[in-house]
């Protein structure tokens, strides 16, 4: 064999990329699996976390502006357009309250009157003869519902039977 020969064969072996083998046991193996899955859970577990408190963060930056809102809304309008705020949540609680559980026909379209407005016509005449007598007491008027009716709400106190 030539000398030439002998030094491509060299180069062309020197060229090539070394393989390297290694041989594991199948405990070594196993191991090394259980290192990858552990490294895979704790990396798995921090970005939960990570986005956890991004979430908790974008939640509270929500309801914090929500709150401020709803305060600016209240502290913008006096007295009397409070109590209108209010007076007209109780309207549309009630509405509410018998169209969904009571299951009467929301207010329709086509001008005939369903039992729902009614109420919510014969509601608000009463509380409107409520809140333009300045010498009608609520508590008087909720004090003759409960003789007549039988009916009283009372909000902060239980119940005793």
Known sequence: MSRRA???RQQKA???PKVAVYHFTVEELQEHDQQVR???MMQAEQEWKRVDRERDAIARKVVQEEWDKRKAFFESHDEEERMQLVLSLLLALSCRVLI?????KPVRQDRRKTRTEKFAEWLAE???KITTDENKDIREYCDETERKYNVRFKF???EEE
Do not use: N, V
């Not at 969904?100 to 009467?104: Q, S, V």
């Open 6 to 8: 002998e030094l491509r």
């Open 14 to 16: 020197a060229s090539k």
């Open 38 to 40: 552990r490294a895979f």
């Open 100 to 104: 969904e559980k009571f299951h009467w």
């Open 126 to 128: 009463e509380i409107g």
């Open 156 to 158: 902060g106190e239980a």
